[in-house]
């Protein structure tokens, strides 16, 4: 392919290199508030979760993020621009955690590990964006899979999935360690907690939705991961195979590279190395470890050429990028030292344009975008503080 190998470490494909390589060869207060909400210049409130990108049906992307002032948004003013408007600050519920996902009708959905005063968990809440730049809906209760107290402080990390319907599905390891999981209908009615069954979960699971609606969900366990999908868009759960993989938990993502078939990639929880694995082949290693957090995949089109893109944060706070061809991994990924600096993992999107965007957050706490420049291959220009 176009994209020759750039100054990095090779894994076992198409290279990607920065900008700068190539030129030197409180917790918010309980309850949400529907209302727009509050532009705050110079925000340096540390970040907790985040980011995530998200493209709106205007073809505006919007990046959020969590800190101890709220929910953080930060709006594109316009398709494929350099300028951003926010932070906009929403207030939000005491939170341990957020999980951000969109579903094929744009709709953003925001969910939230609820804790109380003394940082015991009590349940699960949801928020929802229903436009580009539109208001934040009131938070509101999914609640959780247990009724007793002792139990129910123990479940684990929300992780969540859009049907095509527009079903959202929530995911939670529960007190017995086994997966819960609730899903709210296309009309807003939440069904019953499901008990998935499953042991030893742990909190970092990965939970995606195909183009055609099907939704999947892996999380990590003791020695293995395990798996549930959909046979059919908005059918039932049915538990697959143990992976006899050890996923780092929160280091897990997945991205649909076929029509109805995900790739996950994720770093081994003893070496920190990275892999790649689609049920039913072999599991691969990338190279370009340790990292720290998750792994972010997209595709993009790369000199007319279908392609993945991954990202990481390694413990140093140093960002990785590699390419390579989609599915074809096992061809072989180079990984560059991209320069850039970041106190949490990074997010990737395509922005109107086709390019690709990456988000991360300097070590001053400042939401910085890199974006891909006009030349072959995947070569990022430094990125901008917004």
């Known amino acids: 392919m176009a994209c020759g190998p750039g100054d990095g470490e090779k894994g076992q494909g198409m290279g990607a290199r920065s900008g700068r390589t190539a030129r030197r060869s409180r ?9 727009a909400g509050t532009r ?63 579903g094929a009708d744009g709709f953003v959905r925001f969910i939230g590990r609820r804790v109380s005063a003394e940082g015991h968990a009590t349940g699960v809440v949801h928020a929802a964006q229903y436009q580009t730049g539109r208001p934040v809906t009131e938070w509101k209760p999914v609640g959780n899979p247990h009724k007793d107290a002792a139990s129910a402080r123990r ?9 095509g319907s527009g079903s959202v599905h929530v995911f939670v390891a529960n007190a017995g360690g086994g997966v819960s999981m609730r899903n709210e209908d296309a009309k807003g009615a939440w069904g019953p907690w499901r008990d998935l069954q499953g042991s030893d979960a742990y909190d970092g699971a990965v939970a995606v939705a195909a183009a055609s609606g099907r939704v999947e969900y892996l999380a990590p366990g003791d020695g293995v991961a395990m798996r549930w999908q959909q046979e059919k868009p908005d059918g039932g759960l049915g538990r697959c195979p143990d992976l006899q993989i050890a996923v780092d938990p929160g280091s897990a993502s997945g991205l649909e590279t ?23 082949a072999w599991v691969v290693p990338l190279g370009g470890g ?53 106190a949490r993992p ?25 974006r891909q420049l006009p030349e072959p291959g995947l070569a990022m220009a430094p990125s901008a503080r917004v």
Request: hydrophobic share 45%.
């Open 27 to 35: 917790p918010a207060g309980d309850g949400g508030t529907p209302v």
């Open 40 to 102: 705050v210049a110079g925000l340096r409130a540390p970040v907790v979760d985040g980011p995530w990108i998200v493209m709106g049906k205007d073809l505006r992307l919007t990046m959020f993020a969590r800190s101890d002032r709220g929910l953080l948004r930060w709006t594109q003013r316009a398709a494929a621009g350099h300028e951003w408007a926010g932070p906009d600050v929403f207030e939000a519920p005491r939170l341990s955690h957020l999980t951000v996902v969109q």
């Open 155 to 163: 479940i684990g990390v929300p992780a969540a999935a859009v049907s």
């Open 258 to 280: 076929a029509p109805d078939r995900f790739t996950y990639y994720w770093s081994d929880v003893a070496t920190g190395g990275l892999f790649a694995h689609r049920p039913g």
């Open 290 to 342: 340790p990292a720290e957090g998750r792994i972010a995949a997209l595709r993009a089109w790369l000199d007319g050429y279908d392609c993945t893109v991954l990202a990481h944060r390694t413990p140093e706070g140093e960002i990785m990028l590699a390419a390579c061809g989609t599915e074809n991994e096992g061809g072989g990924i180079w990984w560059s030292r991209t320069a850039e600096r970041s």
């Open 346 to 370: 990074p997010a990737l999107a395509c922005d109107a344009e086709g390019r690709v965007v990456m988000a991360l957050f300097g070590e001053d706490g400042a939401l910085r975008i890199a």
